[in-house]
């Protein structure tokens, strides 16, 4: 898709450029006296935990944004593999994948040899990336990952909208009610910034808005008000270093200008070009000064003709002519992580902590921030309210004990760490003089290719996982399936679907609706039979378990009168190429045909088999001999990897934090 040939225009990109046009500005509407949860700002970590919880009918769902509507112009526009995984859990990833612009090569140019003051380049790779997923790193306006997710929230159940021109003014949390379920501890005071509307000299109009909640999130970004209310440091440090940033049209006889560049010169710095979606638009990272101790990156007094010229001297002897900047900014180089993710204290030992219910979080760039030039405030950003999500609407729900909230930042306060960490490393290496009064360093290109190969997962998001806990557990089974790493997301292949041979991406099955996923790939017995009792398949004495056993999570965790699969959806992968649905025992039908809905209509969508084509169990290490199961949690992430035969660690993984609802 090609767009923005005649002058960039934010908006949804299947509009014509000719034709397209930014959306009107939302009309106010009164935030409501009282919901279960209150989300503080409209970034990606926002959008995400909203599009979550918005499908849930009995949860009600406020989210508020200083801003007067919807983002027009993007910041964080690199999207990684792992985020439109995401998506593709809110069954948006289609449109996602259409309009952004694949990256698949990187290019590292140096000052040339022969002579110091051109560069020239010194080689061009694939993107390291590639082949870790089944979708492609890319760049898109972030504005247009919003549209998708506030669309989504829209068409929702809950019809949830935000609500903009709010600034939050204060917060409390009253301490006597944290620890009870159903009150509302959070008290949330807003001004409306357009507060003159629909007043009068008799009436005027109401300033201030209050607002009760059972949890809040702040979502607001690095200067969160919610993180300053709750008295929430950040904790790091400032590199000192200034980089300017643009999205521009221009014309230039650079080679790689579509192609990720890394480009650094012997005496004026390095630049990062990355091409953006539509064919034409191009986004330069640009090495300004170093900055003085105590001083911001505003009060250089640069503007964006001053980026344009200092990227020319980088890129000698090649030309720049831009002919349009559709946005710019300043910024400087630092690493801060938050010092707690939740209101509890800090210094709280096991004890104190044991059952105490957090009731306020922060999440994205409240908790960490970093430089841009990476790509991964958006894509920690998101991943951290989707890990946050589903365990809220558990709780709320009562699947699930409120402990589980607990658990949130013991796993997304981790990656935060290895986000800054990796961030101070990438920032170093593409630097050309890291310290005030220091000398330039050796401009070596291989350095930060090298750095890409070693990071990849990390970028791509795709091997980011948590560690050994309740959530989290079976690394001694890790032979079982080598493919599938406990604690990691669970790495999509393809399946034949068996009741009618279509091809399925097995992750694309775990979608953001709060359910588990027990994932059986079955061992080498045949499963075909009369009854599950007369083979020697482990995997259909399982299936039996889970189908009839008292002890079952699915019977367990499953309220009354609902959907077998309500809580806990059930798979079933085979080898054989020879099945059939009617070879397969009907007791098991309760798991691999369930009967839904107030008909009763069967599922045909439960079973799958491999084929020469689309062997999961040779692409993800699964022992063909004995099998295993995969539970996977509602956030797409590996809960458990066990044996076909442990049903009872299968019972006892849910009986940690599950309640029974049978």
Not at 146 to 163: C, E, K, T, V
Not at 591 to 615: C, I, N, S
Request: with cysteine; charged share 20%; aromatic share 8%.
């Amino acid at each position: 898709m090609q767009y923005h040939l005649n002058g960039f225009k934010p908006g949804n990109l299947q509009v014509a450029d000719a034709a397209r046009v930014p959306d009107p500005i939302p009309p106010l509407v009164d935030l409501p006296d009282e919901v279960d949860v209150l989300i503080v700002g409209c970034g990606p970590a926002g959008l995400a935990l909203a599009r979550q919880l918005a499908d849930f009918a009995d949860i009600r769902t406020c989210i508020v944004e200083q801003k007067a509507g919807p983002m027009l112009f993007g910041q964080a526009d690199g999207i990684s593999c792992r985020t439109l995984e995401i998506m593709e859990a809110f069954n948006s990833s289609e449109l996602l994948v259409k309009e952004t612009y694949q990256l698949r090569q990187n290019a590292f140019w140096e000052p040339d040899v022969n002579q110091p003051q051109h560069i020239k380049r010194a080689h061009k790779v694939a993107d390291a990336r590639l082949g870790l997923s089944e979708f492609v790193h890319g760049v898109v306006n972030q504005s247009r990952l919003h549209d998708i997710l506030l669309d989504g929230m829209a068409s929702s159940i809950n019809h949830l909208r935000p609500h903009y021109s709010r600034r939050l003014l204060e917060l409390n949390i009253d301490q006597n009610l944290t620890q009870d379920l159903k009150a509302y501890p959070v008290t949330a005071t807003f001004e409306r910034l357009n507060a003159t509307i629909g007043g009068s000299e008799t009436h005027p109009a109401v300033r201030t808005e209050t607002i009760k909640a059972r949890y809040i999130v702040g979502c607001d970004g690095a200067r969160s008000a919610v993180r300053k209310n709750l008295g929430i440091a950040l904790q790091g440090d400032s590199a000192n270093k200034a980089w300017g940033v643009m999205d521009v049209l221009l014309v230039t006889d650079f080679p790689d200008i579509r192609v990720k560049s890394f480009i650094q010169s012997k005496e004026h710095g390095a630049v990062m070009l990355i091409p953006r979606e539509g064919g034409y638009l191009v986004r330069l990272y640009v090495e300004l000064d170093l900055l003085g101790q105590d001083q911001r990156a505003a009060q250089l007094d640069l503007n964006a003709d001053d980026i344009i010229a200092k990227a020319r001297l980088i890129m000698n002897p090649y030309q720049l002519d831009v002919k349009e900047v559709a946005w710019w900014s300043i910024y400087e180089v630092g690493q801060r992580v938050a010092e707690r993710f939740t209101d509890l204290p800090a210094d709280l030992t096991d004890a104190e902590r044991a059952g105490r219910i957090p009731r306020a979080f922060v999440a994205g760039d409240a908790c960490h921030t970093h430089s841009p030039k990476g790509g991964w405030g958006l894509n920690t950003s998101l991943p951290d309210t989707f890990n946050l999500g589903w365990k809220l609407a558990a709780v709320l729900q009562g699947k699930a004990r409120p402990e589980l909230l607990q658990s949130y930042e013991a796993e997304r306060r981790k990656v935060a760490f290895m986000l800054i960490n990796a961030d101070r490393e990438m920032s170093a290496l593409v630097a050309t003089q890291p310290k005030k009064d220091a000398a330039p360093v050796k401009t070596n290109t291989a350095d930060i290719e090298k750095f890409i190969a070693r990071q990849n997962g990390f970028i791509a998001g795709t091997s980011i996982g948590y560690d050994a806990s309740y959530l989290c557990c079976g690394h001694e089974h890790q032979a079982l399936a080598t493919g599938f790493p406990v604690g990691q997301r669970f790495h999509s292949a393809e399946a034949v679907r068996l009741a009618d041979g279509c091809p399925v991406q097995l992750g694309h099955l775990v979608k953001a609706d709060g359910r588990w996923r027990i994932f059986v790939f079955a061992d080498a017995v045949s499963p075909v039979t009369t009854t599950a009792a007369s083979t020697g398949s482990e995997a259909l004495r399982l299936l039996e378990f889970l189908a009839h056993n008292p002890q079952s999570p699915l019977l367990k965790y499953t309220p009354a009168g609902a959907d077998i699969d309500s809580v806990i959806d059930v798979y079933s992968v085979f080898q054989q190429q020879d099945l059939a649905l009617e070879n397969l025992p009907g007791s098991l039908d309760p798991v691999l045909q369930p009967q839904k809905g107030k008909f009763g209509l069967r599922d045909y969508e439960k079973v799958f088999q491999t084929d020469a084509g689309h062997d999961i169990f040779s692409q993800r290490g699964i022992d063909r001999e004995r099998g295993c199961m995969v539970i996977v949690r509602p956030d797409q992430h590996i809960g458990a990897l066990l044996p076909l035969t442990d049903q009872v660690g299968l019972a006892q993984f849910f009986a940690r934090f599950m309640i029974d609802n049978s």
